[in-house]
């Protein structure tokens, strides 16, 4: 029996208690569903439209070619570093997907993928991890806020974002990228009590990968599902099977669908797991077995989708190797770009601190001038020295 | 005829080595001592400092927490109120940020808001610094935010035996430290022997690394080697330059600061943080206000750029190298 359904059976000789003892909204249409949706594997998966099928199933095969990648230039140093989303391709290229043009994505460190999948450059999204700046592109140009490290800190942005853009009359929604781990920090409850507040349009996806580095899930939460945190604060949970690429992008079409109309936030839990390390630092040995990680595999978001094409025969082998070319071909490219060495500036330390220089932050730039003039004579200096 | 059993030998040992073995011994010799934080456990932490510590004392002395830095040093205050000694660690210093409020609102005060009758004996270890190559948010100095609380001890090592024993006296002391671990400096290895560590000075207590007779160099942490490296190449152009590693910023030991620079009338600070509003301001203050008629030159800061922490391709045009100390040193008017 709900909560609802109690006060509405109270005996009616009951003394009626005062009205702020009653919850003001009933929680049940916001409980998410005791199973995962799941489409992929199941009867629903009949109707879904074989473009969609073959366009999820074109983006998420690019992007486990992109991991690939993107993890073998951490190896030949190309990369400082990389967050690999291998294993949870499907839900980076669903939450891409689910938007419009003109919406806005948020997303956590780890999501350059559904970054690249919204259609921005690979090696702009990489130029983090690569380490010759911050944030390789132009945020507003590509209605992608900044690959945030700071744990669910982009989550009140998302809200402040899609409030003012109801507020000027523009219906955008933002879609805020968060890891299960994250959703334990402060920020990740501020910005949801916010949203639902201000009935901001915002959806919250949550990527419970099982793991923040080490720490599973168990010691980062006690609640049925990260989903059921949503009822608190009084907006819907939807729990989603996160390798299934259908799945996820019919549940947040429809959450990014109500945000547009007015209907207020949603969050998003999407049940995935990341196959690799946290990071190509991390050794992931140390905290779970290859066994566990090994019974991932049957639920491969590609396989999924193969299957699915194939069993109704929507794509052949010749389809197929297709995607795979054009996935290898993105690789390729990306090789190639990164391979060049990325032209730097050490003046570009003194740029965009503030709108106008300050008159202390010439003074240090005239310092590192000389330096890197000293520099260049010394070694020129030498180098004249050495071909006598 | 007595047999003296034989001493475990000096052998090279890293920082990081000597933070863990500290910590451990705290835990084996005192129960209250409890390791709190993200990944602390099962992992032995991102930096490895706590590798074997959940193994030994079980997972209640050695906790990993729900990743929430607040929560994280919000629950350690309750925990000290009920008489434990909790250590937190904050994985990168950028990341202690949320912790901020707890910190300065209660950590730092408790002492003064309760009369004394509470102080909170919570050691928060933030690893801190850059050159590590680190992303955004991973390299940050923020010791001048700690050390412009009041009632925060700072804290922060530059040798292997200094890591084991102020981390040891951090634990021990009843009121909060901010243990500052220089992490480009968490490999760098010392001869040192964990069965054998050498008691430190109490904290508030510099030391002289390097003595000199024309100069001093006031540093701390990550930018000690730096200073030492820079003393050397200094002998070529004829200084003999002494080091003081300051290894707590709170308190700060004046009287072994000024006697140096009175020794030697010239002092440049060295540190990574930003110079404008940043520890060295302080240090220059005092040095001038106590050795004014010694001096013979204005005392000279070396810092990080005043700028948010470059990306990694960067850095090194940003952090303070020997070269940019031997100009600052070059500038402390020889002629007059
Ligand atoms: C505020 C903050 N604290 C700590 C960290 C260090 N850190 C980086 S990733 C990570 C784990 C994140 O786990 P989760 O939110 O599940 O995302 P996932 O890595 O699984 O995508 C931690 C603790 C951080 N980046 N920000
Ligand atoms: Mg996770």
């Given at each position: 029996m709900t909560v609802m359904e109690q006060r509405a059976t109270r005996g009616a000789g009951a003394p009626t208690p005062p009205p702020a003892w009653q919850p003001r909204t009933d929680p049940a249409p916001l409980l998410p569903d005791a199973e995962p949706h799941r489409v992929?594997?199941?009867?629903?998966?009949?109707?879904?439209?074989p473009e969609l099928l073959r366009r999820l199933y074109a983006e998420v095969v690019r992007g486990r070619r992109y991991n690939a990648q993107a993890t073998a230039l951490t190896k030949q140093g190309r990369l400082a570093v990389y967050p690999s989303t291998t294993g949870q391709e499907a839900a980076e290229v669903a939450a891409a997907l689910a938007l419009e043009e003109r919406d806005w994505l948020f997303p956590s460190y780890r999501d350059t993928l559904a970054a690249v999948a919204r259609g921005l450059d690979p090696v702009q999204a990489l130029t983090l991890l690569r380490g010759d700046w911050h944030t390789g592109y132009d945020p507003r140009e590509h209605r992608i806020a900044p690959l945030s490290t700071p744990l669910a800190t982009q989550l009140p942005h998302a809200v402040g974002l899609a409030h003012a853009a109801r507020l000027k009359g523009d219906d955008v929604v933002a879609l805020a990228m968060v890891g299960d781990g994250g959703t334990s920090e402060g920020d990740f409850h501020e910005a949801m009590n916010f949203a639902a507040v201000w009935q901001a349009p915002v959806v919250f996806l949550v990527?419970?990968?099982?793991?923040?580095i080490s720490v599973p899930l168990a010691k980062q939460t006690a609640a049925?599902?990260?989903?059921?945190?949503a009822v608190g604060y009084g907006m819907p949970g939807r729990l989603v099977d996160g390798n299934d690429a259908v799945a996820m992008h019919e549940v947040l079409t429809e959450a990014v669908t109500r945000a547009r109309g007015g209907g207020g936030p949603t969050l998003i839990e999407a049940i995935t797991y990341r196959?690799?390390?946290?990071?190509?630092?991390?050794?992931a040995t140390r905290y779970r077995s290859d066994a566990e990680v090994e019974t991932w595999r049957a639920h491969d978001p590609i396989l999924l989708l193969e299957r699915e094409l194939t069993e109704r025969g929507l794509i052949d082998e010749a389809g197929m190797q297709a995607v795979r070319d054009d996935a290898e071909r993105m690789a390729a490219a990306l090789r190639e770009a990164m391979n060049q060495d990325p032209v730097l500036d050490p003046m570009d330390l003194f740029t965009d601190v503030y709108a106008e220089e300050t008159s202390q932050l010439r003074e240090q730039a005239a310092q590192l001038r000389a330096e890197l003039e000293a520099e260049a004579e010394a070694s020129e200096g030498s180098q004249e020295g050495g071909g006598e | 005829m007595t047999t003296v059993a034989a001493k475990p030998a000096a052998k090279p040992a890293t920082m990081a080595q000597a933070l863990g073995r500290a910590l451990r011994d705290a835990m084996a010799d005192d129960p209250t001592v409890h390791v709190m934080g993200e990944d602390v456990g099962t992992l032995g932490g991102v930096f490895r400092i706590t590798d074997g510590l959940a193994k030994e004392f079980g997972e209640d002395r050695c906790t990993d927490t729900p990743l929430a830095e607040a929560g994280i040093l919000g629950t350690a205050v309750g925990m000290a109120m009920y008489g434990l000694r909790p250590v937190v660690e904050m994985q990168f210093d950028a990341f202690a940020y949320p912790a901020f409020e707890q910190l300065i609102s209660h950590v730092a005060r408790m002492r003064n808001r309760t009369r004394g009758a509470m102080p909170l004996p919570i050691t928060v270890r933030v690893p801190y610094g850059g050159g590590i190559g680190g992303v955004e948010h991973h390299s940050d100095s923020s010791e001048a935010y700690y050390m412009a609380t009041p009632g925060l001890t700072v804290v922060t090592p530059a040798t292997v035996a200094d890591a084991y024993g102020l981390l040891r006296r951090s634990i021990a002391s009843d009121d909060p430290v901010v243990f500052l671990e220089p992490k480009r400096l968490y490999w760098a290895k010392d001869s040192w022997n964990p069965e054998a560590p050498t008691d430190v000075d109490p904290i508030g207590t510099a030391v002289v690394r390097r003595p000199g007779t024309s100069a001093t160099l006031i540093t701390y942490g990550p930018s000690v080697p730096v200073c030492l490296e820079a003393a050397e190449a200094a002998r070529s152009e004829g200084w003999d330059l002494e080091v003081v590693d300051l290894r707590s910023l709170v308190p700060f030991d004046d009287a072994t600061v000024a006697a140096s620079v009175r020794r030697t009338g010239r002092a440049v600070v060295v540190h990574e943080s930003g110079g404008f509003g940043g520890p060295g301001g302080e240090i220059a203050a005092r040095v001038t206000e106590r050795c004014f008629h010694h001096l013979e030159a204005p005392v000279l800061r070396v810092a990080?750029?005043?700028?948010?922490?470059?990306?990694p391709m960067l850095e090194r045009h940003h952090l303070p190298g020997v070269d940019r100390v031997l100009d600052a040193v070059a500038r402390l008017q020889w002629d007059q």
């Open positions: 992929l594997g199941t009867d629903a998966a009949a109707d879904a439209d990527q419970n990968n099982g793991f923040a049925p599902s990260l989903a059921h945190k196959m690799d390390a946290h990071t190509n630092a991390d050794d | 990080g750029f005043d700028i948010p922490y470059p990306p």
